[in-house]
């Protein structure tokens, strides 16, 4: 059975840096194919991805974010982390961990808001 | 960026009807083309990938078409727990949502 948890702050100020944490679980991200990553959802509003891990390290941005995102993976504790810089307002959202193959989102986690405000 | 563009952002329907979805890429993304639903607070389920292969445990009520840059969801029959918002990604190239159709009760 494979589940994903997001963990990390649920109100950031802005100009600060976000980070989250997936733990995941019923997968091995050095599985070739298999993916990890990211996806946010603003209050009322549509899924904007942000990033990918690879199960070879290989990792991909959002073009619109990818100055901002970070994403990491740390093999031994099942976890990815996500930072993203100079968080504003309008990065408030649910953020999303993912699983997938094949360039397609499968699985997902609960999901964890976080409001930017001061 | 690919864009994507669903029609109707909205649409009331009753049970047994037969809803009809539509989504469009700005540019081809082949067959690239996955559904997902979700219902409020919960995260999106995986419905249709490769435009209509239906993911396993999902009821064959649901059915998707299309390649290229035109794609459709149909529900033949609609139950209570369809009720939701559905949402296209294309995975072609990075992936992108379209702005999703709430599906309500008339």
């Known amino acids: 059975q494979i589940t994903l948890k997001e963990s990390g702050p649920t109100q950031v100020k802005p100009t600060q840096t976000l980070t989250l944490t997936c733990t995941f679980s019923g997968f091995s991200l050095t599985t070739s194919g298999v993916a990890v990553g990211w996806i946010r959802q603003p209050p009322g509003k549509t899924l904007e991805w942000l990033a990918l891990i690879y199960w070879d390290d290989d990792k991909r941005y959002s073009p619109s974010l990818k100055n901002r995102l970070t994403i990491t993976r740390d093999t031994s504790k099942n976890q990815v982390v996500l930072t993203l810089t100079n968080m504003d307002p309008v990065d408030t959202a649910t953020y999303y961990c993912?699983?997938?193959?094949?360039?397609?989102?499968?699985?997902w986690g609960q999901g964890t808001l976080v409001t930017v405000s001061s | 960026d690919i864009q994507m563009t669903q029609s109707p952002s909205a649409l009331s329907a009753s049970v047994g009807d037969r809803v009809t979805i539509s989504c469009r890429a700005s540019?081809?993304?082949?067959?690239?083309l996955a559904w997902y639903q979700q219902k409020p607070g919960k995260a999106p389920n995986l419905l249709i990938y490769?435009?209509?292969t239906l993911q396993s445990g999902v009821p064959s009520r649901f059915s998707g078409s299309g390649s290229g840059t035109e794609f459709t969801l149909t529900i033949s029959s609609l139950q209570p727990d369809d009720f939701a918002t559905y949402y296209c990604?294309?995975?072609?190239?990075?992936?992108?949502f379209g702005q999703g159709t709430k599906l309500e009760i008339k």
């Open positions: 490769k435009a209509s």
């Open positions: 990604q294309q995975y072609n190239y990075y992936f992108t």
């Open positions: 540019q081809s993304v082949s067959y690239f």
């Open positions: 993912t699983q997938g193959s094949r360039g397609l989102t499968v699985y």
